[in-house]
């Protein structure tokens, strides 16, 4: 099973940032959290990952709680084509288990 | 960089029918995955290699399907016989040390 919850679906204004949570409360010290999303018909895309510090790169940018117990994947803004399925996944052993994610719908 | 390669993008079978699956994973990418997507679902591990060898196959239906990753590049996916249930899309991904790069999948549809 995922080590991740997710909530299954939110909604975002074009132009606005869209912050996305994850809670991965049972994370241990080696494993990252990673990110994907999936547009439809499209194999998942990696977004980003990290161990503890925040991470930012050109699509995203990921904050880890202090206790790393949870997550926001924050997209700057957010425009229609993010609209997308996005995943949390936390791994340190390159086992990658996906849950159901949070289906983000860019409003225009 | 060339990305994951699948083939075929799409197949139809009968039930009972046998199915291949082809993956070409990138360069250098030690570990190959692949994954069983049931429309409105996540991602499903069936297999994880790593170089030639088996890393995890608990998740593999092993009376019908079987993988197999011939000299540590290119793998193969099968199902023999397919059931109604198998119909899915097949993501096969790799990775070298970070997390996994997929291809466009395989979107089978057994009828």
Redesign the interface.
Known sequence: D?KTTQPPSMDCAEGRAANLPCNHSTISGNEYV?W?RQIHS?????II?GLKNNETNEMASLIITEDRKSSTLILPHATLRDTA?Y?C?T?GT????????TRLKVLA | EAG?AQSPRYKIIEKRQSVAFWCNPISGHA?L?W?QQILG?????LI?F?NNGV??DSQLPKDRFSAERLKGVDSTLKIQPAKLEDSAVY?C?S?LV????????TRLTVV
């Open positions: 995922a990673y994907y499209q194999g998942p895309q990696y990952h399925v995943y996944i791994s390159y086992k990658y288990i996906f849950g159901t994610g | 994951v570990t995955y994954y679902q996540g991602p499903k591990l994880q790593q890393v995890d993501l991904a990775s970070e997390g996994p790069f997929f291809g466009q999948g």
